[in-house]
């Protein structure tokens, strides 16, 4: 075990990790010093022995060995400090390309700090860049003898503004939440698809609604099992095949009569699917598979195949090296570390020649991308056609599967030995392991966070808005590292500012909404600097309490306003199920309960009735209301908070109980593998609830002028 020193603190501080902390309880902890060398090393610092000292050097000087940072991102507005390092006796030429296509000549501040780096002196400078530099992505040259130095200048907004509408004082929207695979309607195949997507938001619409916020759409393994966590994807840049609608596709119009049977008969085969209690994805995605291969074989029309060709061009590489990920996961199985090992480096000059070799496949899975972006943007045109203002708000989830498309495409930019989880809390005294790797600060840095934006570009894309799962990770992240205990691991910082500001620079083109899922422990700061930066939180009625007073229940009025707030979210049951106590029992029959159970239940009872008694009190809720009348006047309670967005779960307008996801299992419950359901349990589909007055009141309840 290497000992802590000042100075293995020093070089941990430089890297941004944490050697201590405030746990929940608000006790004072010391961070492992197993975990600090282990941490280190996954960002490929080097302690073994006397290392410390060097690499402490090394990284202490490290600037002066560049002419220019990585990266600089500036919120507009703000006068950035760019530090260029030069031979003393140096006059560096420095232009600056904007966005667009201009020249600008910039200059250097004369003087400055010398230090002798390798025998030579070294002279550092400040550039004077324009503060009033338009958003996007510059690049700042410098030129000096015979060398030449690029970065990155990103200037971002220093706010996200609110869209025109919904930025009006008093003005507010409302929209369904939904776990779309869940959403099935006739047409479906097993699954919920894009098509689903569109006819619940055209209904929503009907009941004056402006969004409909859905699961992270992300990619899944396209072989074997398929993961059934939506937060658990092979990508986050790309998007699940199994939501494809394929009678959408428009060559499916143009097969001959004999193939458009073998369609129907694919899909008469998912369709049996419909009415089990339990999602089956891999035999749906199988027969869904099946047929758009058969699509994916016919002919395109010359304007078609153009547009196939501009979509490939357009989204470059990163789609070439999932497509190559998925052809060979198909041959060889989805655990890449298990590949031949020429086939794990996605640069690597076997993986190119199995590209050439199996062309025709990976264009089959850039094809389905394609489909799917061209169905994705139809129904961000449709729902916006139909009078919503936003339209579809994605998801974006925190990380993706260690074995999946992104950690072998993406290289070193996501750290390897380390998984992202959560310190223990009230509700995980053990801590939490999510499994996936971490992107690494200083390579997202180097890389000019181009990995970064083309994610969240791709999130935007076709949306009206982004939920980002676990905002806080654009702050901090818990890095476990491989085979520790989650309570062993500890904080690493990211740069708040690049990365908040890149997402809202996104965000601004497209012109979206940006909700941070700002639960769970975090720090003071953090939720006052994303409200400052236009970013909206999360609040969930049941815990909207005075934490800094009394603890008492919020009144609405006290209620941000910069959020989207919701009665219930995915971790816990749809209302109707949290309102009978049913979290409860499940916890308690998968042993996951550290107290007896008539403890817990006692303690649930007893906070649900404090709300149930508030909403009597305000006249929203009769005595002796059942079970449907206390969600629709939960979500009338909603109304009277200044909130400026409003989710209605599709779960709740079913009626449904069943919890959807049991954080802490895995195989024990069915997580996310729950079909929408009605009170009694039995599936329901799309068509038959959007007949229902149950659905209609809830509706009416955060929509009073619905039609």
Request: hydrophobic residues 40%; aromatic residues 8%.
């Amino acid at each position: 075990m290497t000992q802590r020193t000042p100075a293995l603190a020093q070089l941990a501080s430089a890297y941004g990790i944490a050697t201590e902390f405030w746990d929940w309880q608000g006790r004072h902890a010391q961070v492992p010093e197993e975990t600090v060398v282990a941490v280190l090393e996954a960002l490929g610092v080097d302690v073994e022995g006397d290392f410390v000292d060097r690499e402490l050097a090394r990284v202490q000087e490290r600037e002066w060995h560049r002419l220019l940072p990585p990266v600089v991102v500036v919120a507009r507005g703000v006068d950035p400090e760019v530090r260029v390092h030069h031979e003393a006796q140096a006059s560096p030429e420095v232009t600056l390309r904007t966005e667009d296509g201009r020249w600008l000549d910039l200059r250097l501040q004369v003087g400055g700090e010398e230090r002798e780096i390798d025998g030579a002196p070294v002279r550092r400078a400040l550039l004077e860049v324009p503060a009033d530099l338009p958003l996007g992505w510059h690049e700042v040259v410098v030129r000096v003898g015979g060398t030449e130095a690029r970065m990155p200048l990103v200037v971002t907004p220093p706010r996200l503004e609110l869209p025109a509408g919904l930025g009006q004082e008093g003005a507010r929207a409302w929209g369904l939440m939904t776990q779309l695979y869940a959403m099935r309607s006739a047409g479906s195949w097993g699954i919920g698809d894009l098509a689903d997507l569109a006819d619940a938001g055209a209904w929503a619409a009907g009941m004056g609604a402006d969004f409909v916020l859905v699961n992270p759409l992300h990619a899944a393994e396209p072989v074997g099992e398929m993961e059934p966590s939506p937060y658990l994807p092979t990508s986050r840049r790309f998007v699940n095949p199994i939501y494809i609608r394929v009678e959408d596709v428009p060559e499916v119009g143009y097969l001959s009569a004999a193939d458009r049977q073998l369609v129907e008969w694919h899909a008469d085969d998912a369709q049996r699917y419909l009415s089990l209690d339990v999602l089956e994805r891999d035999p749906v995605w199988a027969a869904k598979e099946a047929a758009l291969r058969l699509v994916f074989r016919h002919p395109r029309s010359l304007r078609r195949s153009r547009a196939f060709e501009a979509y490939v061009e357009r989204e470059g590489q990163g789609l070439v090296d999932f497509a190559t990920w998925c052809a060979l996961a198909q041959e060889h199985g989805t655990f890449w570390r298990q590949w031949p090992q020429e086939l794990q480096d996605a640069r690597g000059e076997a993986v190119e020649a199995y590209r050439q070799e199996h062309a025709t496949e990976v264009e089959f899975h850039c094809w389905l991308q394609w489909v799917l972006d061209e169905q994705l943007a139809r129904v961000q045109r449709d729902l916006l056609d139909t009078g919503m203002s936003l339209g579809v708000i994605s998801d974006l989830a925190v990380g993706v599967h260690p074995d999946g498309a992104d950690a072998w495409g993406l290289g070193d930019a996501l750290a390897r030995g380390v998984t992202v989880g959560a310190p223990a809390d009230q509700y995980n005294q053990l801590g939490q392991d999510w499994s996936q790797p971490p992107w690494r600060p200083d390579k997202l840095a180097e890389l000019g966070y181009a990995p970064y934006r083309e994610m969240v570009r791709a999130a935007l894309r076709d949306s009206g808005g982004l939920r980002v799962d676990h905002v806080i990770g654009l702050f901090r992240l818990w890095w476990i590292p491989q085979g520790a205990e989650p309570f062993q691991g500890t904080y690493v910082r990211y740069d708040h500012e690049a990365m908040i500001g890149i997402l809202l620079l996104e965000a601004h083109r497209a012109g979206a909404v940006v909700v941070g899922e700002d639960l769970g422990t975090v720090e003071p700061w953090v939720r006052d600097y994303l409200r400052d930066r236009g970013v909206m939180g999360t609040s969930i009625l049941w815990f909207e309490r005075d934490w800094d007073g009394d603890g008492s229940l919020l009144d609405p009025e006290a209620y941000r306003e910069l959020c989207l707030a919701t009665v219930t979210t995915h971790d816990l049951p749809p209302t109707a199920g949290y309102l009978e106590g049913v979290h409860i029992d499940l916890r308690s029959r998968l042993g996951l309960l550290d107290r007896p159970l008539e403890v817990e239940q006692e303690e649930e009872a007893r906070s649900r009735e404090e709300v149930l008694t508030d909403l009597r009190r305000r006249g929203l809720l009769r005595e002796g209301a059942d079970v449907a009348e206390q969600v629709e006047a939960l979500h009338a309670f909603l109304a009277r908070t200044p909130a400026k967005l409003l989710g209605v779960s599709i779960s709740d307008l079913a009626g449904d109980k069943r919890v959807i996801n049991q954080p802490g299992t895995d195989e024990e419950y069915p997580n996310w593998r729950v079909p929408l359901a009605g009170p009694e349990g039995a599936p329901v589909l799309l068509d038959e609830l959007v007949t229902w007055r149950s659905a209609r009141r809830i509706a009416r309840a955060v929509a009073p002028d619905a039609r």
